[in-house]
Structures are given as structure tokens and as C-alpha cells.
């Protein structure tokens, strides 16, 4: 932005020197220039005289002056975010112009070096941008990445948990790594901002086998959805090449809002909401027979007489579904901004408070936002932004997901529990144990805690300095750091009295953690923008470092055999403490060149070189290379076809890198200790000091197309991604000592397509429809793998139930179990996938006579497949709903294999709706006065109807959290809900 | 202006580039959570080898559970009733599935049992390498390292009937041998061991827990590796040399049938519990007596109410039933004999039939008996006859110990087992794990 105006203003300065040389039918045109919605001045409009370079910009009470070469003439206005329009001029005139919000986006400005950008119209990438009216405008959102959901192409985004505060595993274009990292890299205002989970301890009550059972939620959900202006996801490697060996995965650029100068703009809202379990999967249709015939001759008569009594003392059975997952949770959300400034500084200031209670009792989250981002024009030398943000979330998640013998998990425990068994307390508070349970869910509920609590301080800085201006070159310094800080409190709680605590069992569990991590990133870039063949040619150059540094230390305490009633870790007999800690560093070089002859032809060439403290060799530096090419049909002068507006032909080339994650180069020892000496016992994983990092390259190529002034716009792109020396976690041959290791094993590739159909149906005064559909595949396959298949470890529970199992020539995610199917012996046998066929998002928005704004968004998943471990649990409980048909009867003599539990996961889902209605400028001027600008509500919902034959509570479900390869594998997860809102928005 | 471009220029690029220029060339990376393995493999300090044994006699407690419960419930001595649906499934073989070779029960002990393995072949290797101890330590250490490789090597045959000898290496592991080829070297690392432990000296250099109290000079250690030399060789087949090697091991007819080195545990950190205790009462986590052991157990056998009781409520799981639960330990932390006098008794009588020392066999029973309040042996005096009453005192006194499924196995007896549900099937070794089949 600033480098055009500074640009254009030079150009006017040699506009005002050299015109009144030319003797021609020349005059002065002046004119103010307004917002479409808000009747507000906007400065900062780009004039010109169309055909050439004689321009001017809007001062800030939208004011501008041109002297028009000749007459007749048209005047281009164009601003970043508005739809370019266009005047045309028979003689010196006075103009009145009003500028549209841009719809089409095509003139938006995207991302694509990392201190420079590019017209969305000139990109050679299929770079997704998501706008705060795509993110929040149809309903409310409590995490950035469950807002995400179904509007970018290309991406696949699971909710590992349906508790509040999310758990969510963001995947673009695939998989792109087995076992290290495949959440992409999430940069907020050009701060690495770290997306980790963070395990609390509580598989030591629950009997979780590791971190990744807990159900944590990730860390991106400390940011709030509301403050952010746009994303940007670069989703192969061919867009991400910028970013190196922190790439591979894809990145997801996340702006926040920002001041813009004129009048001081504030604006309040507020949701109200309710939150309800999505769907019921009901209570087995149990009778008296049923129940003697089902618990066998031995127990059989025993339950029969128990539920007869149920019966006979309440008419029914206890729907334990209900009473746990019954809930309605209560959503709040309030947000106060205030934005304004002028042409030195601006300011966005925020706040917001969300409060949500899940479809559990007892479970919630809520999160305070701050932000503050000032710009300040410092010089014509020096400019800054700045952007501060604190954050501080709580969430209460309970217990849900994989367990062994804690009683804690209620997926778990209610497989187990039958309906006629009473499990409330006596008037005394004392709750019955679960006869054929671990736990009691409803003392869990009551009792039991698993909490966290996030302090956040996430901070950007960037000075740009323009060196040089002159009326061809321009070079600048910027010079930009971040620091991410994360305070991250656990706390697990369960009292001495829960079942599987009494003495003298463990007698109650308190695990409190301390976990903090610090990420600081720092870059310096020299940008040169040059214009060359009398300014047909723009050349920018950028050179630059960057250098990032993370730190983490977790401090896990836990306390077992507890003081009666007492929750501090203090009060009880045997402790234990672990520590991690991790400290990496990444340094890297960069270049890029990016050239673009008069909008036709735009080309970019770059390299990046980097280093890692996280790879065998820590200063070896590893090369990625890119290179891309769009062609602008449409202007080249050749261009007849009226109706087309835009036929762009791009390809692109990039690679990436992904370093081998913390500890991968150790072979360690551990503390093992009996008696009172401490012993030193190898850990069981091997390291591998000569691990290199993973790297991806990736060829896109697509089109554009955009019909009658791109009110109908066709994207269409095609990618092939490969990626080399894979990092596996491979099971060692135990006998070793070692049972697994992670090093460079094998490579895979990802290929897809990607299609985007957007129109304007309608576009007039009292209605408007626009309309977008996204539709996408993926298909990965393991290319090659040095080492015999293996089954995945730290995901899903070995062959005998299902796993993802790696194996050349196949999918990266396809599900195996061992069977005989062809009766020639059990061996690992293929019974499904977890990839999706294809996916497809489907929105529409209308705007009626401008005042009511209907939204709605659709979500199809075709084809997928899960495991459904949960049905296994229930059909050994004997509590399957189904399980008094005769399909239920018959799985249940089936054999407790893979083929048993594979389940067709695609879905189709209403995923998003609204209806909003804003009040007419002069229904708010009479009642409010001129105080209040707008006013705004409408109510809306998320999930609200979905259409799947997956049997479990969601399709889209994790037993193992985000990171990784570990999607569709179900265990007593949380169930997912539907949400609806009442939202208020007044701005001032 | 030039100037100022200049000044500027440094102001913003030059300095903190150099910063960070100099700032980027990265140390060499430790590990900030533990030691490294190739750190105690070269000049070892005495305090580094020792951590190592306490690292060895904790580890051996790895895969205790797992043995006593997955092998356990194959041999009908016990059900694991808890969350883990393939304890009632898999492991009794139901309808039809076979044993997964790559699942909690067949990994568990395999991994358990050579990550202590491993922990002594670095002892070894370390012991190589350094100069911190004497020749009298060293063999210490290595009578000390070897015993308790064989006592692993044993229970590794146990549950799978084969193991990997020559591990060492993680590059280049050995083959999978066959049970006797396992036993045979077994019974040479005990030799070697005793050979160490007599040039060892009065003490060690080391100290081992307090499991291990009356046996923790090399003397008295060697009446372990004695004892487990006894093991061996009836394991082998190889009666006299059992008696020979158990007349130099701790074994007392008339002592206390208890004696003998102990896992202990403990409940801190970077300590193991003791898994085969489960919480009387319990639901969700418990282990239920298998019926026949209740109904076969001789009228007025102590063991019986010792190990076991009823429950409050009987429990039932996945078409499994069963009135009594665990009694064997008390609390998780309560200790788990490597082999216990009772034990040697049991092995004298196998050796002393094996020798066709009947009436020595019959002696030895009656002493079990008689601790268990039964009578003296009324039976037949025939090897056959006294082999039956032989596994059924081992069946009673060692019950849930991981010993049933080895001994019907050996003695080809495993298909007498009870078939609970129609369709269960009966194992008796446990599957190699998947990745060492590569």
C-alpha cells in the first residue's frame, strides 16, 4: 500500500512537470470519492487516466485532483478491497464516485514472497483467501480452525474432539508426513505461532497410552476468529517454498485487523447461543427377555430381575446418554472494537470474552482477547507496525477418547454401562459404584476435573525502511520480528472416592502441569522493486535471513494416595514429577525475483537455504527452489472475447522441508529407579544422528477463468506432490533393545485437483446471490519405503483391530487388519481408507432489498472410511443400540477384527446457515439518533443437519489428536454439537 | 542523503544481520532430558556402571504383569476383566480370531524382557571399555550381568517358546532359535556367571535393592545363579544337573518357603507399580479366579483362600463368569519373587523324577502339601503319577505366577484346558512380535 502511494506520488509530481509542456484539450477533474456502504470519504484511492500513467490519489477526506491529458478519457479508481470501476469523461468535470466492497477478490493483494505480494489476478498459485465476512460472518466461531471448515479447497480439516475450545487437525493437499508434523505452519501477522497440543498428565488416572489419547485441544484456539482480517493458505509446496523447511506441511497466513484512518468507527457485538449434542445414537430397546437372553444363564436372570425393577421403580431405564451428553450449554460472546486514525498512525483496538459449556456437564471453555495493532508512518524513510495481542483461555474438557481402566473416559465407561443400573447419588452424596464399569460417569462428571488454562502474549514488529526512491527503483529494508509466549497450565483432578481410585488402589489423582514455550522469529529482507522497459516491466527483488528459535519446557507433577478432599498436588503420598525440555533453531537464506510485463506474463524465480538444529547435521544447509509462471490471456492485446474478462494459464514448481522433529538424533537413557537408587535403562527409541529433513516438491498447474466481468469465475488446478526421505517412526525388531526408530525411510506423493466455481447469479439494487462451489480430491501413495510394511505406531491398536499400515505402492492412509479373508492365511489385508473420495463445499449468500442477508453453507464428504472402536467396546457391553436388530445380532458373532469395525465415514452436512437483517439507516437515525451508524442481528447455527451412514456420533473424529497420521480412528470420543446464535452487532 | 542512506542501512540491515550471522552456526546438539547411550559406553565412571545395574534390576521387572495375567488367562488360571475388550477376546481365542502378533499381550513382555537385555549388554560393553574398575569388580559386575540375562532369556522362552540370542548388535541381530537351543545357552551364561561370581570376591562394587537382601554379595548371589541353573537344566530335561546345581542354590527343605530375591516396587517416579495386584472388590480391573481352579483345588488346600476370595458380586465380562478374585499381593507395591524357595521345592521334585528319584519327588510334594494343610501324597508312586501331582502343586502354589500355560505346554497338556464359550480357542505360546519378523 504504501510503496503505491509514494510511487504514484512521483508519478504525479512528474506528471505536473512534463504536461503543461504538451499543448492538447487537457483539464482538471476533481471529484470525492465514498464508500458504498457507510457514505464514508476513502482516502487512498488510486485515480488514473486509463491507457496511461497519469494518476492521483484520494486525500483522506477522499478528495482527489487530475489533470486529464485529453478528452474524451476514462478514469480507472481502484482500492484494495473495492471493485475497481471506471468513469468515462467527455470534459472537465466535477465527479461523485462511490466505491463497492470487491467481491470477486481479484484485486485483492496475496502473499507470496515473504516481504512482498502479488495481485490475485497475476498469482501463478491457487492461493486460497479466506475473509473475515467468509470466517465469521455466518455464524458464530469459537476456534480459527473449526471456523475453516469447508471453505478452501484443498483442505481437510477433522475435529479430533467435540469438546469446547476444539481439537482439530488441519491437513492441506494430504498428508505430507507420516509421523512428523502435518499441521501446517501458522504465521499471525508474521509470527510463528505455535499450534501444539499439550498432553496434561491424566493418562496416569486414565490408563491412556500416551499424550495423544488425551484429547487435548491445539493451541491455535487461543486466537480469536473475530480479530482476523484474512487468511491466506499456501497449501503445497509450490506456494510455501518461501518458507522453506518449515513448509512442508503448507502455511496458513492469518492477518489481523487493522486500523484504517478517517472517523473513529466503533463496533459492539453480541452472541448468545446454545449448545446441544448433534446426534443421539438412542438406548438398545432392551426387554426383559432381551436383556436374560443377552447376559447368558449365569448372569441372565440376575439382570433380568435388576431391570425389572428399573422398570417397575421408574417406567423407564435410565438413558444415560442423556444424562451425560444431554446438556445445554450456553454461549456467550461479546466484542468491542474501536478502529480509526489518520495518515501517520492507525489504530485497531479489540476485545472480546466467549463463554461456552459443552453438551457435558461441568465442560467449557472461554477465552479473553486483547489486541492492539498500530501502524505509524514514522518518515517518508520509516514506517512501523506493530501487533500485540494477550490471550487468556480455560477450558474444562473433562474426560472422553481412549482409556484403560480409569473409569474416567465416559465413551469408555458407557460401553459398558446398562441402563437399568442406577448411578446417582443417595441423599447423602454417596454415588454407587458401576457394577460392570471402571467408573461412575456421573460421579466423574461431578468430581472429576481436567482442566487448562492459557496465558498468551504474541507480539509482531515490523520497520520498513525506504532506502532509495526514485522514479524507476525503490528499495526498502524490512525488518520484522515476532515472539509467541505460552504459558500453559493442566490441571487433572480425581478424587480418592471415584471407583478406580479407592484405596487401596492408587486412592485419587492430581497431575498439575507447567508447561511454557517460547517461539521468537526474526527476518531481515531488502526488497527492490524496478521498473524497467519504460514501466511495462516491474521487477522486485527481495533478498533476505531469517531466524527462528523455539524453546519449550513442561513440568508435569503428580500426586497419588490423596488427603480426603484435598486438590493440591502437596497433599498426597507418592509424587512424581517429569520434565521435557526442547530448544531448536532454524536459520535460513532467501532470494526471489519476481517479474511481470504489463499484467500478461508474471514469472518468479526463488531459493531458500536452510538449517535446523533439529537435523542430523545442524548446519548443514538444505536448498528449495521455486518457480512459477501465470499468463493473463486476457490481456494480451490480442484478446477479442468480450465476455471473458479473465483467462490466466499458471504453473508453479516449489519445494520444501520438514526437519525432523525434537530428540531424533538422540539415542538416550532414562531415570529408572527401584528401591532408593536411581538406574539409568535405555528409553526404547533410537535415534538417528545423520537424519536429514523431509522435503516435498511439488508441480501445480491450472487455469482461471472469469466471465462477464468475472461475475462467474472457474478455477481449476491440478498438483503433484512428492515427498522424499519421509521420516517414519518404524517398530525396531524389540530383541534389539530398542523398539522403534525414527529416520528417512521412504517417499510418497500426493495428487489432487482442486475446482472453484464462484458466481454472482444476481447483483442488483434488492437482490443479490452469490454463490460458491468447491470441489476437491486427494490421492496419496507410499512410493517408496526401504524398510519391510510396518504397522504405524502411536496410531490406532495394531493389526488385530485395524491400522494404518505403511506400505509401498499403497495409500498413506489406508486402514489394514489382519485377515483371512481368502482363506490362504491371516496376513495384513486391506479394509479401507481414511481419504475421502472427494469433498465438497457448497455456499450461497443472498441480500434482500439490503437489508436481510441469508447465508448457508454445505459440506459433502464422499466416501472415507473410519474405524469404529467404539461399536467394539458397546457390542462387549452389549448396550449397541442396534444390537436387537438382526444386523446388530449378526456383528456380533462376527470375529473382533478390522473388517468388523470399518465404517463408511462420508457425510453430507448443512455445515453453517444465517439470517441477518440490518436496520435501515433511518430506522437507526430515529431511534438511536445520529450516535449509532448500524445495527444488526439475525440468528444463525453450525452442524445442523448431516446425512452420513457412520454409525457413531460424528464421521469426522480422532482418537489420537491432530499431529501425525491419526485421523478416523474412533474411541469414546466426545460427541460432537449443534450450536445456534442470536447475534447483535451495533456499530457506533 | 547519501549519508544518511548509509547510516540508515546500517541502522536496519548490517547490524542485526551480523547479529545473527553470528549467531547462526549451531553448537552440536545434546539431549537436555537424559544421558546418551555412548556416553556410558566409553570410560565409564563407577557411578555410571552402577546406575546400569540398578537400571538392570529395575527393568527386569518390565513385562512381569503382562506375563503372569496374558499367559494367565491362556491357561484358564484367570480372567482379566478390564478395559482392554482383547483380554476376554484374543487371548482365549474367540470365535475363531488367532493371536495378534502386534498387539499390547504379544509385544508387552517381548519388549519388556530385552529392553533389560539390553541394559546388561551395555553393562558388558561398558565394563570393556573402561578403566574404573578392577579385575575382582569386573567379574562382579559380569557375574551379576549374566545371571540376569539367562533369568530374562528364560521367561522370554516361557511365554514364546523361542527368543533372540544374539542381540548385542542392534545392526546385526542373531537368528530366532528354537526352545532347546534358547535353554542351552541360557544354561551356559549361568556357568559363566557362577565362573565370575567365584573370582569375585567378598562384595560387589555395586549395590542391589532390597529384593535382594541376603543375596547381595557374590557368594550368596551365586546360590541365585545356582538356583536358576536348576531351573534350567529341568527346563532341559536334565534332571542330575538340576540337582546339582539346586544343592548349591538356597533351596531348604525344611526353610521358609518364601526365601529368595524379590522385584520390589514403588509408587515415585521413574518407579513400577506392581500390576498384578488388583484392588479388592474392584469393577472394571480385576482378576477373576478361573472356576476350575476353585473347583479342582483339593478339599482343604490353604493356598486356595491365601490367593483368592469370592467376590461381594461375581463378575461376568464378554460371556465369561467367575466368583472369585485375586488375593496374591496385598497392595501395588507389594514384592513379586524371581524364584522363591517353594519354587526350588517344586523343581527338586520334577529333577528328583526326572533322576527316577521318586521317593526323593514324593518328599519333596509332601512338603508342599503339608504347607498347604493337605495331607502327605496318597497316590501312586509312578513318574507319571507323580508328574501329575507334581504340575498340580506347581498349578496351586504358583498359581498366576506364569507358569501353567509353560508347564502344560512342555508336558504336552495344554489341550486338557476348559473351553468356556463355544468357539474359544486354546494357545499356548505366545506369537513373536510382528517387527522381528521382518
Keep these: 500500500m504504501k510503496m503505491k502511494q509514494t510511487f504514484w506520488k512521483s508519478v504525479l509530481f512528474l506528471i505536473f512537470l512534463t504536461v503543461p509542456l504538451l499543448i492538447a484539450a487537457q483539464g482538471t477533474v476533481t471529484g470525492k470519492v465514498t464508500e458504498g456502504s457507510s457514505g464514508l470519504p476513502l482516502p487512498g484511492v488510486n485515480v488514473i487516466v486509463k491507457g496511461t500513467a497519469t494518476g492521483a490519489i484520494t486525500d483522506i477526506d477522499g478528495d482527489f485532483e487530475l489533470l486529464v491529458p485529453s478528452f474524451p478519457s476514462t478514469l480507472v479508481f481502484s482500492s484494495l478491497g473495492y471493485a475497481t470501476s471506471e468513469v468515462k469523461l467527455t470534459e472537465p468535470t466535477v465527479l461523485s464516485v462511490t466505491m463497492e466492497e470487491s467481491a470477486t477478490g481479484l484485486d485483492e493483494v496475496v502473499v507470496t514472497g515473504l516481504a512482498s505480494s502479488v495481485k490475485r489476478q497475476n498469482l501463478a498459485n491457487a492461493v486460497s483467501t479466506v475473509s473475515a465476512q467468509e470466517l465469521v460472518g455466518t455464524t458464530s466461531q469459537s476456534t480459527v480452525d473449526g471456523a475453516l471448515y469447508g471453505k478452501i479447497p484443498g483442505v481437510n480439516i477433522t475435529a479430533t474432539s467435540g469438546a469446547p475450545g476444539g481439537g482439530f487437525a488441519l491437513r492441506l493437499r494430504g498428508i505430507s508426513s507420516i509421523n512428523g508434523n502435518n499441521q501446517p505452519l501458522i504465521i499471525v501477522d508474521g509470527v510463528y505461532y505455535n499450534n501444539v497440543e499439550i498432553p496434561s498428565g491424566l493418562r496416569f488416572a486414565s490408563g491412556a497410552n500416551r499424550g495423544n489419547e488425551e484429547n487435548s485441544s491445539n493451541r491455535l484456539a487461543d486466537l480469536d476468529p473475530n480479530d482476523i482480517q484474512n487468511i491466506e493458505v499456501l497449501k503445497g509446496s509450490s506456494a510455501a517454498a518461501i518458507y522453506g523447511q518449515r513448509g512442508n506441511a503448507g502455511v496458513v497466513l492469518i492477518t489481523t485487523k487493522r486500523g484504517k484512518s478517517g472517523k473513529t468507527k466503533i463496533s459492539f457485538s453480541q452472541d448468545l447461543g446454545t449448545n446441544k449434542i448433534a446426534k443421539r445414537l438412542g438406548v438398545r430397546p432392551w426387554t426383559a427377555e432381551s ?229 521468537l522469529n526474526t527476518q531481515i529482507i531488502g526488497v527492490w522493486n524496478k521498473e524497467a522497459m519504460n514501466g511495462a516491466l516491474d521487477l522486485t527483488t527481495q533478498l533476505g535471513v531469517a531466524y527462528l528459535y523455539q524453546k519449550s519446557n513442561l513440568v508435569n507433577s503428580r500426586g497419588s494416595l490423596l488427603a480426603a478432599g484435598q486438590t493440591s498436588v502437596d497433599q498426597s503420598v507418592n509424587q512424581v514429577i517429569d520434565q521435557f525440555r526442547s530448544e531448536e533453531k532454524d536459520f535460513g537464506y532467501f532470494g526471489q525475483i519476481e517479474g511481470n510485463y504489463k499484467d500478461q506474463i508474471i514469472a518468479t524465480l526463488g531459493y531458500r537455504m536452510d538449517k535446523s538444529s533439529r537435523n542430523g547435521d545442524p548446519n548443514e544447509f538444505h536448498g528449495f527452489p521455486k518457480a512459477s509462471l501465470a499468463i493473463n490471456m486476457a490481456n494480451f492485446d490480442f484478446w477479442s472475447i468480450e465476455s471473458i474478462s479473465q483467462l490466466k494459464l499458471r504453473a508453479a514448481y516449489g519445494e520444501t522441508g520438514s526437519p525432523a522433529s525434537f530428540g531424533s538424533t538422540f539415542t538416550s537413557l532414562g531415570a529408572s529407579i527401584i528401591g532408593i537408587d536411581i538406574g539409568q535403562s535405555v528409553v526404547g527409541s533410537k535415534g538417528d544422528p545423520f537424519v536429514k529433513p523431509e522435503t516435498a ?262 482418537v489420537n489428536g491432530g499431529t501425525g497420521l491419526s485421523t478416523g480412528i474412533e474411541v469414546g470420543s466426545y460427541p460432537s454439537s449443534r450450536q445456534f446464535f442470536f447475534s447483535l452487532n451495533v456499530n457506533f | ?348 521334585a520334577e529333577a528328583s523324577i526326572l533322576a527316577t528319584n521318586l521317593q526323593d519327588a514324593e518328599d519333596a510334594l509332601n512338603v508342599i502339601r503339608n504347607s498347604a494343610n493337605l495331607p502327605n501324597y496318597s497316590g501312586a508312586k509312578t513318574a507319571d503319577a507323580l508328574t501329575a501331582e507334581m504340575l498340580k502343586q506347581r498349578r496351586y502354589s504358583l498359581w498366576s505366577e506364569n507358569h501353567r500355560m509353560f508347564d502344560l505346554r512342555r508336558y504336552g497338556l495344554s489341550n486338557t484346558l476348559p473351553i468356556d464359550r463355544a468357539g474359544d480357542q486354546i494357545f499356548n505360546t505366545m506369537p513373536i512380535p510382528l517387527p522381528e519378523t521382518y
Design chain 1, 291 to 519: 436383556v436374560e437372553s443377552a447376559f447368558g444363564p449365569v448372569d441372565g436372570p440376575g439382570e433380568r430381575a435388576l431391570f425389572e425393577a428399573t422398570m417397575a421403580a421408574n417406567g423407564e431405564l435410565y438413558d444415560f446418554e442423556d444424562i451425560i451428553y444431554g446438556n445445554t450449554g450456553f454461549i456467550t460472546e461479546t466484542r468491542l472494537s474501536a478502529t480509526g486514525g489518520n495518515d501517520k498512525t492507525k489504530f485497531y483496538v479489540g476485545g472480546s470474552y466467549r463463554d461456552e459449556e459443552g453438551i457435558i456437564k461441568n465442560t467449557g471453555f472461554d477465552r479473553f482477547s486483547l489486541r492492539t495493532n498500530i501502524d505509524h508512518r514514522i518518515s517518508n524513510v520509516f514506517d512501523f507496525t506493530s501487533s500485540t495481542s494477550y490471550t487468556r483461555s480455560n477450558s474444562s474438557r473433562s474426560f472422553t477418547g481412549n482409556e484403560n481402566e480409569g473409569g474416567l473416559s465416559y465413551g469408555y465407561t458407557l460401553a459398558y454401562t446398562r441402563p437399568w443400573i442406577n448411578l446417582f447419588p443417595d441423599e447423602n452424596g454417596n454415588y454407587p459404584d458401576n457394577p460392570n464399569a471402571a467408573g461412575n460417569s456421573i460421579f466423574v462428571r461431578d468430581h472429576a476435573l481436567n482442566d487448562d488454562t492459557n496465558d498468551r502474549l504474541v507480539q509482531g514488529m515490523t520497520l520498513n525502511t525506504n532506502l532509495l526512491r526514485t522514479d524507476t527503483d525503490r528499495v526498502k529494508i524490512v525488518t520484522s520480528g515476532g515472539l509467541d509466549y505460552l504459558a500453559n497450565q493442566t490441571y487433572v483432578y480425581v478424587p480418592e472416592t471415584h471407583q478406580a481410585q479407592v484405596r487401596p488402589g492408587p486412592g485419587g489423582f492430581i497431575a498439575v502441569g507447567k508447561n511454557n514455550f517460547t517461539q
Design chain 2, 1 to 348: 542523503m547519501k549519508n544518511n542512506i548509509k547510516t540508515l542501512a546500517i541502522m536496519t540491515f548490517i547490524i542485526p544481520l551480523f547479529s545473527l550471522m553470528v549467531s547462526c552456526t549451531f553448537d552440536e546438539v545434546v539431549d537436555p532430558n537424559g544421558p546418551s547411550v555412548d556416553g556410558v559406553l566409553k570410560n565409564a565412571s563407577k557411578g555410571q556402571l552402577n546406575e546400569l545395574v540398578v537400571g538392570i534390576e529395575s527393568t527386569s521387572r518390565n513385562g512381569i504383569g503382562n506375563e503372569a495375567t496374558a499367559n494367565g488367562v491362556m491357561a484358564r488360571e484367570l480372567y482379566l476383566f478390564n478395559a482392554e475388550p482383547r483380554n476376554t477376546g484374543d487371548l482365549l481365542g474367540k470365535a475363531g480370531i488367532p493371536l495378534d502378533n502386534n498387539s499390547f499381550y504379544s509385544v508387552g513382555s517381548w519388549n519388556g524382557n530385552y529392553r533389560c537385555i539390553k541394559n546388561i549388554n551395555l553393562l558388558i560393553e561398558a565394563l570393556a571399555n573402561t578403566d574404573a574398575v578392577n579385575e575382582t569388580e569386573k567379574n562382579g559386575y559380569l557375574g551379576f550381568a549374566k545371571t540376569m540375562m539367562a533369568e530374562e532369556l528364560i521367561q522370554i522362552l516361557k511365554s514364546y517358546g523361542k527368543a533372540r540370542l544374539d542381540v548385542a548388535d542392534p545392526e546385526n541381530l542373531g537368528p530366532i532359535v528354537e526352545f532347546n537351543e534358547g535353554m542351552a545357552k541360557v544354561r551356559a551364561l549361568l556357568d559363566e556367571g557362577q565362573q565370575h561370581l567365584s573370582n569375585a570376591g567378598n562384595s560387589f562394587a555395586f549395590t542391589l535393592s532390597n529384593g535382594f537382601i541376603g543375596f547381595q554379595e557374590p557368594s550368596t548371589f551365586s546360590e541365585f545363579n545356582r538356583a536358576w541353573a536348576g531351573v534350567a537344566a529341568v527346563y532341559a530335561g536334565d534332571g542330575n544337573a538340576a540337582l546339582t546345581a539346586l544343592s548349591d542354590s538356597y533351596m531348604d527343605m525344611s526353610g521358609n518357603l518364601k526365601i529368595g530375591p524379590k522385584h520390589i516396587f514403588g509408587l515415585g517416579g521413574g518407579d513400577q507399580a506392581n500390576t498384578v495386584f488388583k484392588v479388592p472388590n474392584l469393577n472394571g480391573d480385576q482378576i477373576i479366579v478361573h472356576d476350575s481352579w476353585i473347583a479342582d483345588a483339593e478339599a482343604g488346600d490353604s493356598r486356595v483362600a491365601q490367593k483368592s476370595a469370592p467376590r461381594l458380586n461375581p463378575a461376568s465380562q464378554d460371556g465369561l463368569n467367575g466368583t472369585h478374585e485375586t488375593r496374591l499381593y496385598e497392595s501395588a507395591t507389594s514384592p513379586i519373587d524371581f524364584l522363591r524357595n517353594e519354587e526350588l521345592i517344586l523343581v527338586y
Design chain 1, 697 to 958: 516438491s511439488e508441480l501445480e498447474f491450472g487455469f482461471d477463468l472469469g466471465i462477464f466481468d468475472n461475475k462467474l469465475s472457474f478455477e481449476a488446478t491440478y498438483y503433484d506432490k512428492k515427498v522424499k526421505d519421509l521420516i517414519l517412526t518404524r517398530a525396531l525388531p524389540s530383541s534389539s533393545g530398542f523398539t522403534q526408530e525414527t529416520t528417512n525411510l521412504g517417499d510418497l506423493k500426493n495428487t489432487g485437483v482442486e475446482l472453484a466455481l464462484r458466481a454472482f447469479v444476481f447483483d442488483n439494487e434488492n437482490f443479490k446471490w452469490n454463490t460458491s462451489i468447491q470441489w476437491y480430491k486427494n490421492r496419496s501413495e507410499i512410493t517408496r519405503l526401504a524398510v519391510p510394511a510396518f504397522a504405524q505406531p502411536g496410531a490406532g491398536f495394531g493389526l488385530g483391530l485395524g491400522t494404518f499400515y505403511i506400505q509401498e505402492g499403497q495409500s498413506a492412509t489406508q486402514l489394514v487388519g489382519n485377515l483371512n479373508l481368502d482363506g490362504t492365511g491371516t496376513k495384513p489385508t486391506k479394509v479401507g481408507d481414511v481419504e475421502p473420495d472427494f469433498q465438497m463445499g457448497f455456499s450461497n449468500n443472498f441480500t434482500i432489498y439490503k437489508q436481510f442477508d441469508v447465508s448457508f453453507l454445505f459440506n459433502w464428504k464422499k466416501g472415507g472410511n473410519n474405524l469404529n472402536l467404539t461399536t467394539f467396546l458397546s457390542d462387549l457391553g452389549l448396550v449397541t443400540p442396534d444390537l436387537e436388530t438382526e444386523e446388530g445380532k449378526a456383528r456380533l458373532l462376527m470375529p473382533a477384527n478390522a473388517v468388523r469395525f470399518v465404517e463408511p465415514a462420508g457425510y453430507f452436512r448443512l455445515r453453517e446457515a444465517s439470517i441477518h437483517y440490518a436496520l435501515t439507516r433511518n430506522t437507526v437515525n430515529s431511534v438511536f439518533g445520529n450516535a449509532v451508524e448500524g445495527v444488526r442481528f439475525g440468528v444463525s447455527g453450525k452442524n445442523l443437519f448431516t446425512i452420513s451412514d457412520y454409525s457413531g456420533y460424528d464421521p469426522e473424529v480422532s
